[in-house]
């Protein structure tokens, strides 16, 4: 890859992996190093891939797991049991266009790394359930419920922000209530 | 499929409308366009959705990130963008050699830098420019080993005798291939600063590496490498070999 290209991918690429390093990471700093680290390795292994119409892909998943790799050397990571989550029906929805991004990004960061990984591709770039199943090495049927109860996760975290921030949270149409979500 | 089900599968629907023609997603989309309990639920959870892309989207980011990436990898170029040039150099110089003798060939074969060397000395430059932490911090190197030991990362069973005596700043770990690094940084006498690096040799099969140390000028960066046991050992400063020499 020429000098030029790989500027253009940086250029196209560096910023949404900024923003997916730093829901994963405890730091901006940690955000940075991952990104950088990620690029690094591109630069001395990405010419092994041969469609570079996976380069996105390729670069998300890398980043994925240089977390995983750092992670499993941080003792004090706690460890997350997914059966341990409640997945809850929400009867109220948080104000999202109420809140700024950086509570936003508090709010997600409070969400377990294994449903944050995939709702922050969701999001982030709107990946598919299936471009996220290939990055982060899992069945379908599981990010499908990663999504789902994370969305649950999230949710609850930013009606909690929203809360201590004084905001009114917005609830569903009074019309709606009495009536049953399944 | 109850409106349980449809929810779980609709959660993985993309707010962009990408996923419309997804057969996945048809019975679950049947069922909202029939039920308006879960239509209402799923024009929510798209609302909900959309203004979560939107507000993750307009996360800042470091506005000296872009030029840190750019100027991080340059100093591992040489290695991998001039591969092809370098190729091309060595079946020159193969040519040449039958003209030329030995000359060329010894020239090519002058030591370079490896992949995890050259992560490494970024991985430093980022502690000095302060664009990322260390793991510990402490004025005894004593007990940055202490720590690094607790942690499972390589490190020296004795520093090297012209850095005992030096005041240490902190240490860093970092992963290269799956295999874990430790960095050392200490404070010269000048005020410079001189690092050093430990691995496991088993994070560089490929290179031959001997118990004498091996200088090599890389930029800005004077480094020498040696091996001791199953460890690997890289001093590096931002200075000439010579300011280097003086601490092996």
Redesign the interface.
Known sequence: MSEADFEQLVDRQYAPLFRFAVSLSKSEADAADLTQQTFFLWASKGDQLRDRSKAKSWLFTTLYREFLGKRRHEVRFPKVELEDVREEEMSILPNVNALDSETVLQALREVEEPFRAPLTLFYLEQFSYQEIADMLEVPIGTVMSRLSRGKTLLRQRLLTKEEALGNKVVSFPSERSGESHG | M???EA???L??Y???G??AS?PRFAEALEQARRDP?LE??FS??IA??A???E????????ND??E???A??KV??P???M?PFVARAIAAALLFAAIAGSLILREMKKPRLA?WQ??AL??IS?LVDG???FDAQSHSASQLVNWLQT???PVASRLPTNLETLESLGCK???WN?E?ISVICFRRPDGGLIHLVITKASAAPDRVLKGEPQLVQHGEWATATWRKGDMIYMLALEGSRDQLATYL
């Open positions: 109850d409106n349980q929810k779980f599968i959660s993985a993309r707010p962009g990408q996923d997804d309990v209402r639920w929510e959870s909900f959705d203004a979560m892309t507000k993750l989207g307009a996360i800042a980011v470091p990130l872009r840190s990436i750019l991080g990898v591992s170029r290695l991998r963008w591969k992949g050259t992560q970024g991985t980022s664009r990322s932490s942690n499972q990362a770990t970092f992963l799956q874990l």
